[in-house]
């Protein structure tokens, strides 16, 4: 079994940058890709971006490509999600997920543990 919890969330205005924070504890975390995924009020959860274990580029929907990194420290067993010149199209409650598949790294019925969410509003 795997726990993960978020954290990291706010309000803040346009052009601000925050720093999400997802804590996996349980089974192994090298064995897992981790990834970032995010809904908005009357939406459908989208992939946002992840990340492996043990080198490769990470990838990232187009949508947040150049504005938001994702990263993990396997020592901590920690990943987070430094978000950059937010928008308010930014806004959702956003979850880390973990899965043992990175073919289907995109696709949330390949995620096996998901945390409980964060929310982020980005709004002036």
């Known amino acids: 079994q795997v726990q993960l919890v978020e954290s990291g969330g706010g309000l803040v205005q346009p052009g601000d940058s925050l720093r999400l924070s997802c804590a996996v504890s349980g089974r192994t975390f090298s064995s897992y890709r981790m990834g970032w995924f995010r809904q908005a009020p009357g939406k459908e959860r989208e992939f946002v971006a992840a990340i492996r274990w043990g080198g490769g580029p990470p990838d990232y929907a187009d949508s947040v490509k150049g504005r938001f990194t994702i990263s993990r420290d396997n020592a901590g067993n920690s990943v987070y999600l430094q978000m950059n010149t937010l928008k308010p199209e930014d806004t959702a409650v956003y979850y880390c997920?973990?899965?043992?598949?990175?073919?289907?790294?995109?696709?949330?019925?390949?995620?096996?543990?998901w945390g409980q969410g964060t929310q982020v509003t980005v709004s002036s």
């Open positions: 997920a973990a899965t043992t598949t990175w073919a289907t790294r995109r696709r949330i019925d390949q995620y096996d543990y």
